[in-house]
């Protein structure tokens, strides 16, 4: 079924899913949503399985116009948000018509939002999942971002006869201020006390070198104690590496899957989600936590994914 003619593709939007898992050994990095609760949240808005693919809109929003009826639901950084020129809300259940036009402004906080259609969206799935990793040409809609006159597919389904909305206190709010929870990286006794020291009570700006690969950051150099190059060993999202220029890189979804510079620290997975939706000169803060603490953090955002559909209220 036939459910979007893009009219105008938007800064960077993409088809992604939870990503694609057991082909790191392949140099096949994991990609899928930089913020998974948001993409999670948009598809329990519609009924959707917690990992079907939607579309992922990056600082500048897309002009679709519906070829089928349907529903959505649009999640994620704040963006004004129109359907026929008519504001609508995010965070809930939206009813669509063929012939309708939406539309989005620049976002307004966060830097990335997200649009699930009820039935998920319908592209091939490789290597078991439909997320584009553009540098690999594979993924999504032939292995790149929309395009003006692209069409975007989903599957014939029922529409619900409930419609629903996030309870406001689950909606993250963003600002241009983010704190990271990290834990101790597997080279963090390449650097010196003071280099530790430096890395964990210093606020780092977000440069415009900041992508779905990674995010090179500005601030106080972060000392290291001798060399600043290792046998380059696995990257994982979350991973802060710092090269010989004592800056840190935050390695996200789409980076590659080894890297040779030392590691000072790992950014917990529910704090990868919500580092995606930081921009250039956004500010980032890094936190240590405790093993332990990292753990009970990860169930409790699996937790929370797991129960966000029991979480819901019915809207009008």
Not at 80 to 91: A, C, D, E, T, V
Not at 204 to 214: F, I, N, P, S
Not at 220 to 242: C, F, R, Y
């Amino acid at each position: 079924m036939k459910v979007f003619q893009v009219l105008r593709p938007g800064f960077l939007t993409t088809v992604q899913d939870f990503g694609r898992y057991s082909y790191l050994r392949y140099g096949v990095p994991i990609s899928g949503a930089m913020d998974t609760f948001s993409l999670a949240a948009a598809n329990f808005l519609i009924e959707n399985n917690l990992k079907d693919a939607g579309l992922e809109i990056t600082l500048i929003g897309p002009e679709l116009q519906v070829l089928a009826n349907t529903q959505i639901a649009i999640t994620g950084g704040t963006v004004s948000l129109k359907i026929n020129g008519q504001n609508f809300p995010m965070w809930q259940t939206l009813n669509i018509e063929k012939g309708d036009i939406i539309s989005f402004g620049r976002m307004e906080s966060g830097c990335r939002a997200y649009l699930a259609i009820r039935g998920g969206i319908k592209t091939p799935m490789v290597l078991g999942s439909k997320s584009t990793y553009v540098r690999g040409g594979f993924g999504g809609i032939k292995g790149r971002q929309l395009k003006t006159g692209d069409t975007i597919e989903g599957f014939s389904v029922s529409s619900l006869k409930v419609k629903f909305k996030m309870p406001q206190e689950l909606v993250p709010q963003f600002t241009n201020h983010f704190v990271a929870h990290v834990v101790s990286g597997p080279q963090t006794a390449m650097f010196t006390e003071n280099g530790i020291s430096t890395f964990l009570s210093s606020q780092y700006k977000v440069t415009l070198e900041a992508d779905r690969m990674g995010y090179r950051l500005e601030g106080p150099v972060i000392e290291h104690k001798a060399k600043a190059d290792i046998v380059s060993d696995a990257l994982l999202p979350g991973a802060i590496q710092v090269p010989k220029n004592g800056k840190p890189i935050i390695i996200m979804r789409d980076a590659q899957t080894t890297g040779g510079y030392p590691k000072i620290a790992v950014t917990i997975t529910p704090d990868v989600s919500v580092l995606g939706q930081a921009k250039p000169n956004d500010i980032v803060e890094f936190f240590k936590i405790p093993l332990k603490r990292a753990h009970e953090k990860l169930c409790e955002y699996y937790k929370l994914l797991n129960n966000l559909s029991e979480m819901l209220v019915r809207s009008k």
